[in-house]
């Protein structure tokens, strides 16, 4: 019988073998595959989520549990896409223009993959002008910036200021996140949301669009 609680737990230990053996077998016995990623992957990273933020994780193992939990989601992704099982919402994210640093968007993004959410990765180096684009293509629920250095943060500004410009702010929840960044500094712009961490980041998100 499909173990969901070993799977959640084969994600926590980052052991990416065990998650792709238990989810394939979860498959095998005919489990409904948004209740493998629901109450197993999801749970286990839930999990990750919260050590990370009491400081028992940190970067290294939130990276391996992620790596272990899309070995799982290898195997779902298919099955969820046949059953018509929706994301919880889908996040646009990118590091703004003149900053290169992607390590903390990318833990980021595979948390809230990790999450249940559908995330479209611009990568780095993105444009005010091109987040724009993005969002007209992929039409996301979220877009998350990231920033590490305090000179490129003024291009979160910029993108916000363009998406007024465009008249497509009030189409997606705005959150910001990286090493200089602060609540003060997303109110100032007129972010939606700031977090302090890729964990934090997921709550947010989920609380956004709850409140939607």
Do not use: C, W
Request: hydrophobic share 45%.
């Amino acid at each position: 019988m499909a173990d969901l609680e070993a799977l959640a737990q084969a994600v926590i230990n980052g052991d990416r073998d065990e998650v792709v053996r238990l989810a394939q077998e979860a498959v095998d016995e005919g489990v409904a595959p948004e209740s493998i990623v629901n109450d197993g992957m999801i749970v286990g990273m839930d999990e990750v989520g919260r050590r990370f933020k009491a400081n028992e994780f940190y970067v290294p193992e939130v990276l391996i549990a992620a790596r272990a939990m899309h070995g799982g989601m290898d195997i779902v992704k298919p099955l969820l896409a046949e059953s018509g099982v929706e994301p919880r919402g889908s996040v646009l994210i990118g590091t703004v223009q003149g900053d290169l640093h992607d390590i903390g968007k990318n833990l980021v993004a595979m948390m809230l993959e990790g999450g249940g959410f559908e995330v479209i990765d611009l990568g780095v180096d993105i444009s005010a002008d091109q987040f724009v684009e993005a969002i007209g293509e992929h039409s996301p629920n979220v877009v998350a910036m990231s920033a590490l250095l305090t000179t490129t943060m003024p291009g979160m500004k910029d993108t916000i200021d363009v998406l007024d410009t465009a008249g497509i702010r009030d189409q997606v929840r705005v959150i910001i996140g990286g090493a200089p960044v602060t609540q003060d500094y997303a109110d100032e712009i007129g972010a939606d949301g700031y977090a302090p961490d890729a964990a934090s980041a997921v709550d947010l998100t989920a609380d956004l669009l709850n409140s939607s």
